[in-house]
């Protein structure tokens, strides 16, 4: 069964910067485009970043582009999300998302990805 975890979350200081990580088992990763989502207290789920399987594709949410970016390493199967300038907005869970294999789709979308991981906390105090 295709199963994804993210790690890297944790409690920093406006300014500061994170790197989470989201590793991929049970099914092939380098045919997959991966996200990645955030859900605030009491907010929608909301897109912030993804990138395509070939690697050579990324986007980014308005509110996080020029701070955030996304990348993959396909020998590790892991998504990697470079968090810097944290802001106490960017405060949510974080979900790593993955597509069907080969299955491109809009990356903003929700419902364009098919496996999620459980979410790891990032809190941005001020």
């Known amino acids: 069964q295709v199963q994804l975890v993210e790690s890297g979350g944790g409690l920093v200081q406006a300014g500061d910067s994170l790197r989470l990580s989201c590793i991929l088992s049970?099914?092939?990763?380098?045919?997959?485009?991966m996200g990645w989502f955030r859900q605030a207290l009491g907010k929608e789920r909301e897109f912030v970043a993804g990138?395509?399987?070939?690697?050579?594709?990324?986007y980014y949410a308005d509110s996080v582009k020029g701070r955030f970016t996304i990348s993959r390493d396909n020998a590790k199967n892991t998504t990697y999300l470079q968090m810097n300038n944290l802001k106490p907005d960017d405060t949510a869970v974080y979900y790593c998302?993955?597509?069907?294999?080969?299955?491109?789709?809009?990356?903003?979308?929700?419902?364009?990805?098919?496996?999620w991981g459980q979410g790891t906390q990032v809190t941005v105090s001020s």
């Open positions: 998302a993955a597509k069907k294999a080969y299955y491109t789709g809009v990356y903003s979308l929700l419902n364009d990805y098919s496996y």
């Open positions: 990138l395509s399987y070939r690697g050579g594709d990324s």
């Open positions: 049970g099914g092939t990763f380098s045919g997959r485009s």
